[in-house]
C-alpha cells in the first residue's frame, strides 16, 4: 500500500476577502498560517506515511503552506517541486474582483457555473502575465483563463509523470495546492462525473488521505479535520 496526502493551502488574504485569486500571487493570512500549521500537526498523525517527494504550484500560499507542514513533519530535507501546472485555475478576468460583486454584474447563476461546473470558462484576462516565474515556460501554453476541465488537462500529465510514477514505486507523496486544481485532481482519481463534481468542495488545510494498492486504486480515503 501507499500512501498519496493532498492538502489545499491555509487561508490566503485573498480568501479572507473573499476575491477570485487564481493566479494572482497571494500570501497566507494570519488564519492561514495556523490553518497550515494545524494540517501539519494533523498530517504528523497519519500512520506509515513517509512521503519522498513534495509538490506544490508556483504560487506563495500553496508555497508557504507546504514549507510550513515540512517543517512540522520535520522533511524540510525532502526535495519539493514547483511547478505552473499545479497552480489554481485561472480565472481569467475575474482575478481580483470580489466575488459579491461579480454576482452583482453577471449574475449568481453565471458564477456558480464559472466556479463549480467542469466546462465553464470565466471572459479571458486582457492582459498578459508578466511576472519572472512564468518566464521559462513556452507563453503559447499560459492560460489566459480556464475551465475546471482545462485545469485538469494541464495538471494530469504532472500528475501522471512526477507522482504516480513515484507511487507505483512504493513512494508516498505529499501533493500542497490549490481548491480547483485540487478538485480537478480528485475528479480524476476517484473518476466523480460532470454533474456530481459541481458538490465536490476542497476546504483550506483538511488533508485528504488516499491509500492506494500496487495499481493507484484507491482502498481507503480520508479527510483531516
Known amino acids: 500500500m501507499v500512501k498519496l496526502v493532498l492538502v489545499r493551502h491555509g487561508e490566503s488574504i485573498a480568501n ?12 497566507l493570512s494570519k488564519r492561514g498560517i495556523e490553518e ?3 494540517a501539519g500537526e494533523l498530517i504528523k498523525q497519519v500512520e506509515n506515511f513517509n512521503p519522498t517527494h513534495i509538490h506544490t504550484s508556483l504560487l506563495s500560499r500553496a508555497i508557504e503552506t507546504a514549507n510550513i507542514i515540512s517543517e512540522i513533519n520535520d522533511i524540510l530535507y525532502l526535495p519539493i517541486t514547483k511547478t505552473w501546472r499545479l497552480n489554481e485555475r485561472h480565472y481569467g478576468a475575474l482575478r481580483g ?4 460583486k461579480a454576482r452583482e454584474i453577471f449574475g449568481n447563476n453565471q458564477i456558480k457555473k464559472w466556479r463549480r461546473g467542469f466546462d465553464e470558462v470565466p471572459p479571458l484576462a486582457k492582459d498578459s502575465l508578466n511576472d519572472r516565474r512564468y518566464d521559462s515556460i513556452d507563453p503559447n501554453i499560459l492560460p489566459k483563463a480556464e475551465s475546471l476541465h482545462q485545469t485538469q488537462k494541464r ?6 509523470g512526477q507522482v504516480a510514477s513515484h507511487l507505483l514505486l512504493g513512494q508516498d507523496q505529499l501533493i500542497v495546492a490549490h481548491g480547483s486544481s485540487l ?5 480524476k482519481l476517484e473518476q466523480i462525473d460532470n454533474k456530481e ?3 465536490l468542495e476542497v476546504p483550506n488545510a483538511e488533508p485528504i488521505v488516499y491509500t492506494m494498492d500496487s495499481d493507484l486504486k484507491i482502498v481507503d480515503k480520508k479527510i483531516l479535520s
Request: hydrophobic share 40%; glycine share 6%.
Open 16 to 27: 479572507a476577502e473573499n476575491i477570485f485569486t487564481g493566479w494572482n500571487d497571494i500570501g
Open 197 to 199: 463534481i459541481l458538490n
Open 183 to 187: 478538485r480537478a485532481l480528485i475528479k
Open 97 to 100: 474582483i470580489n466575488k459579491d
Open 36 to 38: 497550515a500549521k494545524r
Open 155 to 160: 495538471l494530469m500529465p504532472y500528475y501522471y
